[in-house]
C-alpha cells in the first residue's frame, strides 16, 4: 500500500541507517516550500557563498554585480586597492544601485533620484542635499550596506551573511586543500575568462550538487560524449571502470578525484592521443614545468590529477577537462539559477586556451555534450518527485559498506546530505561523518 510516510521533523526527513548501511533521504526536500524557507534562514543565511574570483576585479574601480545566496551583490575593488563586497540596494528607496554586470567605475549612481557612491559605497552626493538635516549623512548612515563578512581563499573569494561565522578557511576545512590545487595550475595565479554561462533548470538545487559529484551516472547518462571521444581520439575507452575515490573533506564538502587516469586528459598539462601530435610538445612541457614548480609529489596531483569539488551548500569546482567554477541557487523548490565560469592560469598560451575553452563548453557547457544530459536527467527526477507521497524515499547507501569508497559511490552525496540535516534541522550533535 502506498502510503505518505514523509516525516514531520527536518532531521528524519534522512534516514542515516549504519546499521544497516542504509541512507535515504526523503523527497519532501525537493518539493516543500517549508524545506526551501529553512534552507534560505538556516543555510544560505549561514554559510559562506562564493562571491567571485580576484581576477574578476583586477584593478582599482573594477566591479561585478551579482546575485549571491537570492541578494543582490556588488563586488568592488576601490581605488585603494581592497576589495569590498556590497548589498546592492539603495539607502534610499532601496532600488539597486548598479544595473551593470561588470566594468570599471569610481562611482555608482542610483538610477531612481541619483544618489552617488564611491566604489567602497560611500555616499559621494546627492540632489538637493540642503533638504536633509547636516548629521543625516554622518556615521556612515547613508552609505551602501557592506556584507558582513567577506574572505578570499587562493583567489576564491566568498561572502557570509552571518558576521559571526567561523573563518573561511576553518569553513572550507578539507576543501581548502583542493581549491589549493586548482589554484596551482597558474605560476602567476588563475583567472576567469571572459563570458559567464548563465542558465536555469526546473529542478531542486541540491540534485545539482549532487550530480556533480556523481561517478556513477557517468556512462548511462553521458553516453553520447563517449561514443563522441570514440570517433574523435580512435579510443576504446568505455568509461564504466570506476577509477579514482570520494572523500569527506569535513564541514559537508565533499571531493571525487583520481590521478593519472582519465583518459581524455588535461587541456594544459596532460597529453594523450585526442590531443593531436601538434599538440604533444606544448602539453608535455607546460606539464614539466608544473612538475619542475611544485615538485614530484604535488606536482603530480595538479598535473595527472583530476578532481570534482562540491565546497557546502552550492559551490562546485569540476577540474577535470577544464576548470569550471559553478555555482547555483534556488528560485523555487523545483527551481534554480546556476551560473558558471571557466578558470585558467594566467599567462596560458593562446593554443593552450583553445584547446582548455574548446573542452569547457564541450563537455561541461549548457549546449555541450554533458550539462544538457545532467539537466535532463535532474528534470526528470524533479518530475518523478510529484509522487513523492506515494513513494518517499531516494536511496544513497552505495558504498555504505566499503573502507574505501570510489567514484560510483556514494559517501560524497552522503557528505552533503548529513551537513544538510544538521543545519536545517539546527542540531549540531548530528553526526558529520560516516561510512
Ligand atoms: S532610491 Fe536611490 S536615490 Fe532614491
Ligand atoms: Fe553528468
Redesign the pocket.
Known sequence: MPQDNSPDRFADLIVDDRRDARFKVNRRVFVDDAVLRAERDHIFSKCWLYLGHTSEVPKASSFVARRVGGRPLIFTRDREGTMNALYNT?P????V?CRERSGTRRSFT??????TFDERGRLMG?PGREALPPEATEDCKLDLVHVERMEEFCGFVFVCFDRHAMPLVDYLAGAAEYLAYVADQGEHGMEVSRGTQDYGIPANWKLLQENSVDGYHGVPTHSTYFDYLRTRDNSTFDGSRARGWVKNLGNGHAVSESIGVIPWGRPYARWVPGWGEEARAEVEEIGRKIMARLGPERGNVVVNGDRNLIVFPNLVVNDIMATTIRTFYPVRPDYMEVTAWSLAPVGESPTSRDRRMRNFVEFLGPAGFATPDDVEMLEMCQRGYANHAAAPWNDISRGMLSNAPVKTDELQMRTFWRRWRQLVSGDPSLELTGP
Open positions: 539603495c534610499h528607496r532601496g532600488a544601485v542610483c538610477g531612481y533620484h541619483a544618489w546627492m
